[in-house]
Nanobody, 120 residues
């Protein structure tokens, strides 16, 4: 059974840091590309950070560049999102995503989400 389980969300103040984790199971984690998305109330889900097809390539939403970092630990089947200098606008539900195209088939897995609230 494929699972992605996020953790690490919470309520923080502007300027604080937070690290989200996402543990994967039931699939070959190391062969999948990883990404983090977020969705604020009344808004569409948006890509925050993700791995590209280039070796070691990563892309970030303009709003988080220089503040957020996506990383992974294949030995632990876990991905991370380090979030620094958090702002009120970063408040959202955060979702991890693992995807792969293999033999013409798109494999796309999602976590259940973890809430991040930035408020003074």
């Amino acid at each position: 059974q494929v699972q992605l389980v996020e953790s690490g969300g919470g309520v923080v103040q502007p300027g604080d840091s937070l690290r989200l984790s996402c543990a994967g199971s039931g699939f070959t984690f190391s062969t999948f590309k990883l990404a983090w998305y977020r969705q604020a109330p009344g808004q569409e889900r948006e890509l925050v950070a993700g791995e590209t097809n280039a070796v070691g390539g990563k892309n970030y939403a303009d709003s988080v560049k220089g503040r957020f970092t996506i990383s992974r630990d294949n030995d632990k089947n876990t991905m991370f999102l380090q979030m620094n200098s958090l702002k009120d606008d970063d408040t959202a539900e955060y979702f991890c995503n693992a995807w792969q195209i293999r033999e013409g088939v798109w494999y796309d897995y999602w976590g259940q989400g973890t809430q991040v609230t930035v408020s003074s």
